[in-house]
């Protein structure tokens, strides 16, 4: 198991949404922690809170209970731009449907990563080339979205979302658009991502065709983490060992 200091620290979250008869707990008191180096995956069923806790640990959201530490920081008090700053400087965010610039090219879409973070001119161009080759789309820097197949969209988003150098990449359900062959490059791209770079790249999935590439399996049911499954280090098999199983059965 490894043994890095979380660069992520949620403890305790609760998250209430909504109003009067509305009102909905959506996340119950979770504690989750992301080390650098891995690849996490959150996976539960639909209306489970994996998207109420993926904006609360990205500081979109701020919790109704709980603390969170982001690199050292912790959020509590911070007002909306000092969390837009910390955002700014360690999260990077990949999300289901791209959300590319259609009236950008792929290299001006990784760009403006660093563009909104102040770096601008040739070393910030140089950077976002640099990104797009490292992610396999050296030959497509200049096509648009509209040009782009969705497997390679995705790539552009990645490669936005690393550009940046975060410590932290958050993922929305990335594979959910992608075929078979797209989805598994992309998994296979944020695994180097985190192994690689020595980066915490944490997914919210349904897909089981990402369980392959996950260092780390979080189930979240009814607002409540309720299991965890790791791969034990150094074995490179695609497959995950139940720890939690394994704990119970040695209890
Ligand atoms: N703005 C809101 N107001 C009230 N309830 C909300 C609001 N947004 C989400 N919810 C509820 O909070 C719960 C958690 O929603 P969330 O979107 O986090 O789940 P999810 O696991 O991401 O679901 P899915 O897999 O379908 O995207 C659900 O019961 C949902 O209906």
Redo the contacts with the bound molecule.
């Keep these: 198991m490894t043994t890095s200091k979380p660069v992520l620290e949620a403890k305790g979250i609760v998250k209430e ?2 109003r009067g008869a ?3 707990v ?2 119950k008191g979770v504690d989750l922690s992301l080390v650098p180096g891995e690849l996490t995956l959150l996976m ?12 609360i640990l990205g500081c979109i959201m701020t919790p109704t209970e709980g603390s969170l530490t982001v690199a050292g920081t912790n959020t509590e008090g911070l007002s909306a731009e000092q969390l837009a700053e910390l955002r700014r400087a360690h999260i990077g965010f990949i999300f289901q449907s791209y959300n590319l610039f259609p009236t950008l090219s792929a290299l001006e879409n990784v760009r403006i990563a660093l563009d909104v973070r102040g770096q601008k001119g040739y070393k910030a161009a140089a950077r976002s080339e640099d990104v797009l080759r490292e992610v396999g789309l050296g030959a497509r820097l200049m096509n648009y979205p509209g040009n782009l197949s969705g497997g390679e969209q995705q790539r552009v988003a990645v490669a936005r979302a690393i550009v940046s150098s975060p410590s932290i990449v958050l993922a929305d ?1 990335p594979t959910a658009a992608l075929d078979s062959e797209n989805g598994h490059a992309v998994m296979e791209l944020l695994a180097r991502i985190a192994h690689e770079q020595n980066r915490s790249v944490l997914a ?1 999935t ?1 897909d089981p065709r990402t369980l392959g590439y996950a260092d780390r399996v979080v189930k ?1 049911e009814d ?1 409540l983490i309720v299991g965890e499954e790791r791969r034990p280090q150094g074995l490179d098999a695609p497959e995950i060992t139940d720890l939690t199983k394994r704990r119970k059965a040695h209890a």
Aim: net charge positive; proline share 4%.
């Design positions: 949404l909504g509305g009102k909905v959506a996340v539960g069923p639909s209306g489970s809170g994996k998207t109420t806790l993926l904006s359900e919210v349904h979240i607002g």
